[in-house]
């Protein structure tokens, strides 16, 4: 079992940034790939980044050029840096850990830009 912790959300104005960031926990193991999801209220979860366990990185077209997804394998760690953000990137933002047999969540963060 994987327990995936967020933390890095808040309050921006458009145009701003913010770093988010997701501790996994001791069981965690670099085979697992990594992702940021997000749900805006009457909205399905989407795909945000994504990176794989041997550091590819892919992307929504809405972030692209925005957004980068890293991780540090030592620390058990995932990052979502989001700059340029606009009104329409509110939402709650969740942290996924998976692997063709496994599939870890957190419990999300909110992120919510507004003037």
């Known amino acids: 079992q994987v327990q995936l912790v967020e933390s890095g959300g808040g309050l921006v104005q458009p145009g701003g940034s913010l770093r988010l960031s997701c501790a996994a926990s001791?069981?965690?193991?670099?085979?697992?790939?990594m992702g940021w999801y997000r749900q805006a209220p009457g909205q399905q979860r989407e795909l945000v980044a994504s990176i794989s366990n041997s550091g590819i990185t892919n992307y929504a077209d809405s972030v692209k050029g925005r957004f980068t997804v890293s991780r540090d394998n030592a620390k058990k760690m995932i990052y979502l840096q989001m700059n340029h953000l606009k009104a329409e990137d509110t939402a709650v933002y969740y942290c996924r850990s998976f692997t063709s047999a496994r599939d870890y969540w957190g419990q999300g963060t909110q992120v919510t830009v507004s003037p």
């Open positions: 001791a069981s965690f193991s670099i085979i697992y790939n």
